[in-house]
């Protein structure tokens, strides 16, 4: 009992209650200390609430698709603050899930911000508190990037979660999950929405197929794309803001909304009073074991800037618990993790892009489909559902799925399973497909693409 806990946790985010959970579980006196409301970035301001607005957005595509199977359908007339009031009860709801989580796991929650007080002690307000263990799991916050008259006039998305009404117009800055996920959103409630980005195309990082899938599909459903732009400056223009493009124009829009990137939350923690020191940016460097450069201290998720994906935070908390109070010793694998983008239609992928899985395995195979889901038959949509699967020719093993249109997500999840599992694509051949779906068309891709 030298010290007051076995472990502190820093931050009630999901790595961190699972974390805290776990430990508990496996008998360690645990503390969490979390300075916002518990649930974190992904239940408080993130995965959560968007899906709600998401879902909520939604409609208007599947009103208009309505028509053509015979309903008479009106979408005027939409409550934003009903929505915005539906969604926070929500969240209380879940916040207060979360709460009963960690009462009932044994573990103490401490409202207020933690420093770092030593290798062994964490200051919230004026208590010190000491632990055997830390764990940091203090998750990111948005970055704005210095431009002129951005930072005073943009939002993120933690407001535009919480935004009192629906504007009229709105830009988003950036190409990345979040940038695509809110311009679909917006664009879903009738907003007049521009997305502005620096590439050629958006989502860097994934298989360049579905990069231009995506850029077709968003711009099909009514975005407008700007691509190879970067924002210049942005000021006043009536109740709204005049935005300055590099390429000359200028686009007046009520909001503009920035969405290029998080980084990691580490200014407050006062890291050095302990010894660490962060990396480029701003993140703990960790080992396999989620282990800092010092013994006694831990990191998990998005402060780590590994792969900042909530399920990723939470393999991490619970092998740290598991490894630390619980006798396991294991690791998380990052590779293959499975993902989706909830833009409209939807992006699911397992494994690397064609580029990357080529630069890995060398000789690869690849499968393409591009079809009209059954679905738009009727409903009169000109939107292509595509796929891609990409083999290692020498093993037979499907290295990779990518998949954009409806469901994608929900599709790719099962694949994934068969992506870790090793199957071949002989495996997939002979997997009998489930009639009539879009999915089935992973199992019936026959001719490798040229
Ligand atoms: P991303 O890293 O995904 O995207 C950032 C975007 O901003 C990129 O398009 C990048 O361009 C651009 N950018 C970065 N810096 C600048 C700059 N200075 N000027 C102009 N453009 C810039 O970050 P997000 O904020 O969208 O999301 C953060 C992370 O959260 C994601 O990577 C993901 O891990 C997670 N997330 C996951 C979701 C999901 O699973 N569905 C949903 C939301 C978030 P470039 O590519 O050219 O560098």
């Known amino acids: 009992m030298k010290y007051d806990y076995d472990l502190i946790v820093i931050g009630a985010g999901s790595g961190g209650v699972r974390a805290a959970r776990m430990s508990a579980g496996h008998g360690a006196r645990v503390a969490v200390i979390e300075g916002d409301r518990p649930g974190g970035t992904c239940v408080i301001r993130g995965c959560v609430p968007k899906k709600l607005l998401m879902y909520g957005s939604a409609f208007s595509a599947d009103a208009a698709d309505a028509a053509g199977y015979g309903w008479q359908v009106s979408i005027d007339g939409h409550d934003w603050p009903q929505l915005i009031a539906a969604k926070n009860a929500e969240l209380d709801r879940l916040e207060s899930i979360y709460r009963w989580l960690l009462e009932n796991a044994g573990a103490e929650l401490i409202a207020g911000w933690a420093q770092l007080a030593g290798p062994n002690a964490v200051s919230v307000g004026d208590r010190v508190l000491t632990a055997e263990r830390i764990l940091i799991a203090a998750g990111g916050a948005p970055h704005i ?16 979660l919480d935004l009192d009404e629906r504007p009229a117009s709105i830009v988003i800055y950036g190409g990345g999950y979040i940038a695509l996920e809110f311009a679909s959103i917006f664009n879903g409630f009738g907003v007049d929405t521009h997305l502005v980005y620096r590439g050629d195309l958006p989502l860097r990082g994934f298989d360049e197929d579905v990069r231009s899938e995506i850029a077709t599909a968003l711009e099909g459903r009514g975005i407008t794309l700007h691509p190879g732009t970067v924002i210049e400056k942005v000021a006043d223009a009536g109740t709204g803001h005049a935005i300055s493009l590099s390429n000359g124009s200028v686009i007046e829009a009520e909001q503009i909304m920035v969405a290029t990137g998080r980084a990691p939350n580490t200014g407050g923690l006062q890291l050095d009073a302990a010894g660490i020191a962060v990396g480029k940016r701003g993140e703990i460097p960790v080992n396999a074991d989620s282990a800092t450069s010092v013994p006694s201290i831990f990191a998990v998720g998005d402060v780590t800037d590994r792969i900042n994906l909530t399920p990723v935070a939470i393999a991490e ?14 690791t998380v694998s990052h590779s293959n993790v499975p993902s989706a983008v909830f833009t409209q239609p939807p992006i699911g992928s397992v494994g690397p892009g064609e580029e990357e899985a080529r630069a890995i395995h060398g000789d690869v195979t690849v499968y393409t489909s591009k079809f009209n889901a059954m679905k738009n038959n009727l409903s009169g949509r000109s939107e292509k559902t595509f796929m891609k699967l990409i083999v290692d020719t020498a093993s037979d093993k499907v290295v990779a799925a990518h998949m954009v249109g409806p469901d994608a997500g929900e599709i790719i999840q099962g694949i994934g399973v068969a992506v870790i599992a090793g199957a071949t694509k002989a495996d997939f051949d002979a997997t009998i497909g489930i009639h009539p779906t879009a999915a089935e068309e992973f199992v019936t891709m026959r001719t490798p693409r040229d």
């Open 317 to 330: 908390g619970h092998a740290f618990a598991d490894s630390i109070f619980g006798g396991r010793p294991r």
């Open 145 to 160: 990037p210095e431009i002129l008259g951005l930072a005073e006039r943009a939002i993120t998305s933690n407001e535009a």
